[in-house]
């Protein structure tokens, strides 16, 4: 059973680009969460989908971010006119479902750097 | 909102002895927690959790954790530490929903554990 999967692992944009970052969840799994892990900082919540839903985008910028999770494909978090301050690495992980305490597992992560 | 408190930057400890990594937290009503390990450039693994129930958690690789509500903690532990555990540590917390369910995690700003021969 594959993990969950990221990519691209690494991407370079310069600022006032678009950053598309995508996440499979694992197999079975419908539950997606996207973090944000800064340098030498521990990780920050950004959203949490089902498919086709927003079920918390507490954690997200008001501006230039956005999320989805369709019916088909994969997770994509979008970053639009990036900046310096979005290099960080970005990490999504996956659950079952959320009827109980599910454990999140986490992706190898896309590590955007901004220049 | 809850929070969670790593209070170690690093915990440097030689092989074969235990190792403790702290963790407190805050959250109202009663908390999950979690731990997760993260080696360089890789994502994070999970090495265990707290629900309810017996307050020692057995986890991976040989990694238990003690929840003490009245010291709102959540210590990482390990009775023999080897080389190969030297990485960055992560305590997290999850919030309960009206109906129990978990959702974002809160993590604390993680514990690097150098592990020496």
């Known amino acids: 059973n594959a993990g969950v999967m990221q990519n691209p692992r690494h991407l370079v944009r310069r600022r006032g680009q678009e950053a598309r970052l995508r996440c499979s969840p694992m197999k079975g799994h419908s539950h997606v969460y996207w973090y944000r892990q800064l340098p030498e900082e521990g990780l920050k919540f950004m959203v949490y989908?089902?498919?086709?839903?927003?079920?918390?985008e507490s954690g997200m910028p008001k501006e230039r971010f956005s999320a989805e999770f369709p019916k088909e494909g994969p997770s994509i978090l979008r970053i639009q006119q990036v900046v310096r301050g979005d290099s960080a690495a970005y990490f999504c992980?996956?659950?079952?479902?959320?009827?109980?305490?599910?454990?999140?597992?986490f992706g190898p992560g896309t590590r955007l750097l901004v220049l | 909102a809850q929070s969670v408190a790593q209070p170690e930057d690093q915990v440097n400890v030689a092989e074969g002895n235990p190792l403790t990594v702290k963790c407190t937290y805050s959250v109202s009503g009663n908390p999950y927690l979690f731990w997760y390990v993260q080696y360089p450039n890789r994502g994070l693994q999970f090495l265990l959790k707290?629900?309810?129930?017996d307050n020692l958690v057995k986890g991976s690789y040989g990694f238990e954790a003690e929840f003490n509500k009245s010291q709102t903690s959540f210590h990482l532990k390990k009775p023999s530490a080897l080389v190969s555990d030297s990485a960055l540590y992560f305590c997290a917390v999850s919030p309960i929903w009206g109906t129990g369910t978990a959702s974002k995690l809160t993590f604390g700003t993680g514990t690097r554990l150098q592990v020496t021969l």
């Open positions: 989908l089902q498919k086709e839903n927003i079920i918390d």
């Open positions: 707290y629900i309810t129930g």
């Open positions: 992980a996956s659950s079952p479902r959320r009827d109980r305490v599910e454990t999140q597992y």
